[in-house]
């Protein structure tokens, strides 16, 4: 996923509120009122299902779009190299927060697994947040010392590495009609169309 596309989570904000009117199917004329109300309550659960395959794709999204503006790395010195670093740990940080806080607003799923899914990529970002804040705090003190901790640079990689190891939608594949919820939800459907793996924040 190229997080400098991320844009399109406002282009489809407007989408978002149709949702709940599209896509009915047309009942033909002289179908019994059974058939139609069968049809009908079939069709607000097909919606409900894709309304929240939506948001939980927005929560993730929030995440992609923090990645977007990750800062760069200064390596003009071992103290900017420090400096800069946390920098980025502390917007990774915020972007993992606002992830989990969104999917923890989500309302309960539609569909069994729905709430396992959402609760497994809680449990993920939430220990990849851990590592971040662990290396972030580790820079920060490095920025007083005499002299850079050898590795520290090395060790705040890995929660880069962490997240870009996320698969955000691999809890819908055991969940059939979630994963054609999500082929249905626009944001979703973004966020599946492109490369799954952040980009690595280019050095200056």
């Known amino acids: 996923m190229r997080p400098r596309t991320v844009v399109f989570l406002l282009l489809c904000a407007g989408l978002c509120a149709g949702l709940a009117s599209c896509g009915r199917p047309v009942v033909a004329p002289g179908t019994s009122g059974v058939s139609r109300q069968a049809t ?3 069709s607000d659960r097909q919606n409900a299902i894709t309304q929240w395959a939506n948001d939980y794709c927005v929560a993730v999204g ?3 779009d923090e990645l977007a503006n990750l800062p760069a790395i200064d390596p003009s010195s071992p103290r900017r190299a420090v400096e800069t670093s946390g920098a980025l740990l ?4 915020g972007g993992l927060d606002k992830a989990v806080d969104g999917l923890r607003a989500l309302s309960p799923g539609p569909v069994p697994g729905a709430d396992q899914a ?11 947040r851990a590592d971040a804040a ?6 920060d003190r490095a920025r007083g010392a005499a002299s850079i901790p ?3 640079l090395r060790d705040a990689r890995g929660p880069l590495d962490e997240v ?4 955000p939608l691999s809890g819908f594949a055991s ?3 979630l994963s054609a919820g999500a082929q249905r939800a626009p944001v979703c459907r973004q966020l599946t169309e492109r490369e799954t793996a952040p980009q690595t924040p280019a050095t200056r």
């Open 118 to 128: 959402r609760d497994t990529m809680v449990e993920r970002f939430t220990g990849v």
């Open 90 to 93: 502390g917007t990774m940080i």
């Open 40 to 42: 009908s309550t079939e």
């Open 134 to 139: 662990a290396a972030k705090q580790r820079l």
């Open 164 to 167: 870009a190891a996320i698969d």
């Open 175 to 177: 969940v059939p009609e």
């Open 62 to 64: 929030s995440l992609v």
């Open 150 to 152: 050898p590795g520290i």
